[in-house]
């Protein structure tokens, strides 16, 4: 028994080693393809997070973040950068393919960590729940333009959220998104 346990081994190991490459190939692949339907929420995102949950950040052109210059940034789950998306006409990144949520602050402080600190979030507990102040190292306090006041905006599956994070409640596909709103 033993005498071929070495063989077989050694013959796993290169079919692994040779075929890793075209694995990889393919996962680049589906990251590189994004869903093109401008009615969906999941427009513009990788087609691997197609009924997933994502949450996306995005910077003013006037306070872009220094890792999210050119176009939009795609983190999975694991942390791992799997591509940019330069179509989006903004900047930023995007943390998806999550699922299980029912909590949007929960699942906020989750998605913002797998970026690595890049998306850390400063927020305050008032009488109206959690504010959010600051994403990725932009406190929406020190936004200055010709409006009378700067803060982040929440978006859910592309429409204005009618409730702030700490009262979201998630369902698989979501896409939160946040942005920078002016009055």
Not at 17 to 43: C, F, G, K, W
Not at 70 to 82: M, Q
Not at 153 to 175: C, F, P, R
Request: glycine share 12%.
């Amino acid at each position: 028994m033993s005498d071929l346990l070495k063989p077989t081994s050694i013959v796993i190991l290169l079919v692994v080693i040779l075929v890793a490459p075209t694995i990889q190939d393919r996962m680049s692949a589906e990251a590189s393809r994004y869903v093109n339907d401008s009615e969906s929420s999941h427009d513009g995102l990788p087609t691997i997070w197609d009924d997933k949950q994502v949450l996306c950040v995005f910077f003013p052109d006037d306070y872009p973040h220094q890792d999210f210059i050119g176009g939009v940034t795609l983190i999975d789950t694991d942390g791992e950068t799997i591509g940019v998306n330069d179509d989006f006409n903004r900047t930023g990144a995007c943390v998806g393919g999550f699922n299980g949520y029912t909590d949007g602050m929960d699942f906020m402080m989750d998605s913002t960590r797998t970026a690595r600190g890049k998306l850390s979030v400063g927020y305050e507990v008032g009488e109206w729940g959690p504010y959010v102040h600051t994403i990725g190292g932009l406190n929406s306090n020190s936004v200055t333009g010709d409006f009378s006041g700067a803060y982040w905006h929440l978006d859910h599956n592309g429409a204005m959220s009618m409730v702030g994070i700490g009262d979201l409640a998630m369902s698989e596909g979501d896409v939160l998104a946040w942005s920078i709103g002016t009055w």
